[in-house]
């Protein structure tokens, strides 16, 4: 069985997971970099496009993907994420294959013991970065997994700054196979790139002790 998760937006992650009754492996992850275009059709259309090649080339049997909180504080983007959740659920059902909605505080919990980050992730990383490298920290302090310091862009083909959504995509990939397939068992074959070394680090990138 072939599983999809996604993390949808302009920028989504994907982790792509292989499963048995007992057993999993994570074999890829990755993102998609939906075109921006002031007709939204257009970038609609071209994530549509995007996802469907990815059921294609991986031959999919289940799809889940991140809820969308709503909030007063930060309300800017809410229709364009929804757009992209009605997608995935139109691709899905067009495919006949089964979607499952992941509630985005009981993922963040089961991997990261809390939802929010704390003061001294806070203090370390700033408020918005620490949102997602305390999900970094938490699949490499606890389940060993690393990631590289760099994505690689699908239009220039050279290496770029890591695109984060993809820790969240493969963290809700342990969060599905635990709770929805009860499968504590996987590995993670994906091959590890070297890093590369950027003219400007960023101060937010996670380093691995």
Not at 9 to 18: D, F, M, Q, S
Not at 158 to 168: E, G, L, Q, R
Request: charge should be neutral; proline fraction near 3%.
């Amino acid at each position: 069985m072939n599983i999809l998760i996604l993390d949808p937006a302009n920028i989504t992650g994907y982790c792509l997971i292989r499963a048995n009754e007992d057993s999993a492996e994570i074999y890829d992850y990755g993102f998609l970099s939906i075109e921006d275009n002031d007709h939204m059709g257009v970038q609609y259309q071209d994530f549509i496009d995007k996802l469907q090649e990815l059921i294609d080339d991986n031959d999919i049997h289940e799809i889940a993907h991140e809820d969308y909180f709503f909030s007063k504080f930060a309300s800017q983007g809410a229709n364009l994420n929804c757009a992209y959740r009605a997608m995935i659920q139109l691709v899905a059902a067009k495919n006949n294959i089964p979607y499952t909605v992941l509630n985005i505080t009981l993922w963040k919990k089961y991997i990261n013991g809390t939802s929010r980050p704390t003061k001294l992730q806070k203090s370390m990383w700033g408020k918005e970065p620490a949102k997602k490298l305390m999900t970094q920290e938490s699949l490499w302090k606890r389940w060993g997994i690393k990631f590289p310091n760099h994505s690689i862009s699908e239009t220039t083909g050279k290496p770029i700054k890591f695109k984060y959504d993809i820790v969240d995509a493969v963290a809700m990939g342990i969060f599905y196979l635990a709770i929805y397939k009860h499968i504590l068992n996987f590995t993670v074959t994906k091959k590890i790139p070297d890093d590369v070394e950027f003219k400007k680090e960023s101060k937010t990138t996670y380093k691995y002790e």
